[in-house]
């Protein structure tokens, strides 16, 4: 099988194509030949060696999939061959083949498309874990959603008008500010082009949001959390602008306010059966037509670093694929 390796760390440009024994499934797992696998802004950290997991060295990249049962191991009961599966593994998803644990699979939507159940696991799973269990967002309560037109925003978004909640979407340009508008949010904020706090306030009549959804961290931080609600909770998701803030912790006591760390993958490895039910959850949403994945650009297994470069630029809103 052909697989995208990353041999060394360093920039999307160092991974190479390689041919690899085809995978063969230990006790428990299931090997499955990939249809799609989703891009995250994680893959790019991880072959950089700055994610807060590093794998060892030679590895596949690449954690969410879907396709096809090719094999089951001893004890799997669940999945059968060529049953259509979406899975979701640390490492290994940009192959032509992936392995994973039984119970980190899912069965596929029989209505639903390979490219679409690639991009749901990381994404809406991440924000679900965010926004319901992490936030406890409320009907009638106020969410700011930051890096709003990428996967994991556009996801928070759903999930917020998903629970009756109001929805502040904030980005960079008009035309993703246009997306989140088509994805539910209520109103927008150009964080490039207005004064954040400004325009927070204004959105907010100068309450402020109850829950800030932050993926994105560097210069939007604290401005975020110095206009955020009393009793509000930040959700600290990501850093996509690339800078750790370093908040003044004055300002959570001022507003009785968290400051709430979500960590996806690591809640999947402590609590899968909590996330298989928060991902049954999302399922029954989509298929209520509450949540609607994107999907944006589709990429060739060769292409893999240019998909992981275009995210890097800030080009990609919603999800893209690689189809290997």
Request: charged share 20%; proline share 7%; net charge neutral.
């Amino acid at each position: 099988m052909k697989a995208l390796r990353c041999n060394q760390w360093g920039p999307s440009s160092s991974l190479v194509i390689e041919d690899l024994p085809d995978l063969v499934p230990g006790p428990g797992e299931v090997v499955v030949d990939v249809r799609a696998a989703g891009v995250n802004f994680p893959d790019l950290l991880t072959v950089q060696g700055k994610y807060q997991v590093r794998p060892e060295l030679p590895f596949t990249p690449g954690n969410e999939f879907a396709g096809s049962v090719r094999a089951v191991g001893a004890g799997v009961t669940a999945f059968a061959p060529g049953q259509h599966v979406i899975g979701f593994t640390r490492t290994g998803a940009f192959a032509e083949q992936a392995i994973a644990a039984g119970e980190a699979l899912m069965p596929m939507p029989p209505e639903m498309d390979f490219d679409t159940a690639a991009a749901i696991t990381l994404t809406y799973g991440t924000s679900h874990h965010a926004v319901v269990d992490r936030a406890a967002l409320q009907p009638g309560e106020t969410m700011l959603v930051l890096g709003a037109a990428g996967g994991v925003g556009l996801a928070a978004i759903e999930i917020g008008k998903a629970l009756g909640a109001r929805v502040i979407a904030a980005a960079s340009t008009d035309e993703k500010l246009a997306l989140c508008r088509k994805h539910g949010a209520d109103d927008v904020i150009n964080y490039d082009k207005q004064d954040l706090r400004e325009a927070i306030k204004a959105a907010t009549g100068g309450r402020g949001p109850d829950v800030i959804y932050d993926p994105v961290g560097g210069p939007y931080s604290e401005p975020a959390l110095r206009s955020i609600a009393w009793r509000g909770r930040h959700l600290v998701v990501g850093f996509a602008a690339g800078d750790i803030p370093r908040l003044p912790w004055n300002l959570m006591l001022l507003k009785g306010a968290s400051v709430i760390g979500v960590f996806w993958g690591d809640f999947v490895r402590r609590e899968p059966a909590a996330n298989l039910a928060a991902m049954r959850q999302m399922l029954d949403w989509m298929a209520q037509g509450k949540l609607n994945p994107l999907v944006s650009k589709k990429y060739a297994l060769a292409d893999t670093a240019q998909a992981l470069d275009d995210m890097a630029a800030r080009k990609v809103m919603g999800k893209v694929v690689i189809n290997p």
